[in-house]
T-cell receptor, first 113, second 115 residues
Framework: DADVTQTPRNRITKTGKRIMLECSQT?????MYWYRQDPGLGLRLIYY???????NKGEISDGYSVSRQAQAKFSLSLESAIPNQTALYFC????????????FGPGTRLTVL | AQSVTQLGSHVSVSEGALVLLRCNYS??????LFWYVQYPNQGLQLLLK??????LVKGINGFEAEFKKSETSFHLTKPSAHMSDAAEYFC?????????????FGQGTTLQVKP
């Protein structure tokens, strides 16, 4: 089984709809991250969490919110989706120790019409 | 602020030829550097990383990268390209001075391997 899972894998929605993307990990790590990938821009950090009570904004958090339901679960919500939020979204996890590897999920492809 | 620049958004090589993907970084502290690969419709997989040990780092699938502080570079190489190497490659830097563990990514380089 995969260490980091994301649901759904693909989603098409309409402008103004509320969308939730879910992430679960079995690595036992405390730190979790949400990134979005856009062509030509690489990955950019949306939110990150050190534990269930410690959530921080990344460089592009506007229009997004997150919830850390448990050590293993970290959800990303788009309260009112807009077309420029069409992107590939990745969840990742790490121990947070210097230089440790971030382990990524398979991604969610979101299309907002 | 930290940043990563990958020179060349698309690189095309023939099968069996040398692969060279370029990455330059900017960091005010000694960095941790990573190369990830993304195959079509998949997540990111770690190829290799530099964490201040040996400057020449060997990774999976025959890839290696050399950390050159004087040039602020961490270029990725492979002596002989295989068709299966066709993918998108990302260079990333982690700034541990802030202890966030977050990664700053380059814009990615798509590697095409021609038969």
């Amino acid at each position: 089984d995969a260490d980091v899972t994301q649901t759904p894998r693909n989603r098409i929605t309409k402008t103004g709809k509320r969308i939730m993307l879910e992430c679960s990990q079995t690595k036992g790590h405390d730190r979790m991250y949400w990134y979005r990938q856009d062509p030509g821009l690489g990955l950019r950090l949306i939110y990150y969490s050190f534990d269930v009570k410690d959530i921080n904004k990344g460089e592009i958090s506007d229009g997004y919110s997150v919830s850390r339901q448990a050590q293993a679960k970290f959800s990303l919500s788009l309260e009112s989706a807009i077309p420029n939020q069409t992107a590939l979204y990745f969840c990742a996890t790490t121990t947070g120790q210097g230089g440790d590897t971030q382990y990524f999920g398979p991604g969610t492809r979101l299309t907002v019409l | 602020a930290q940043s990563v620049t990958q020179l060349g958004s698309h690189v095309s090589v023939s099968e069996g030829a040398l692969v060279l993907l370029r990455c330059n970084y900017s960091s005010s502290v000694p960095p941790y550097l990573f190369w990830y690969v993304q195959y079509p419709n998949q997540g990111l997989q770690l190829l290799l990383k530099y964490t201040s040990a040996a400057t020449l780092v060997k990774g999976i699938n025959g890839f290696e990268a050399e950390f050159k502080k004087s040039e602020t570079s961490f270029h990725l190489t492979k002596p002989s390209a295989h068709m299966s190497d066709a993918a998108e490659y990302f260079c990333a830097v982690s700034d541990d001075s802030s202890n966030t563990g977050k990664l700053i990514f380059g814009q990615g380089t798509t590697l095409q391997v021609k038969p």
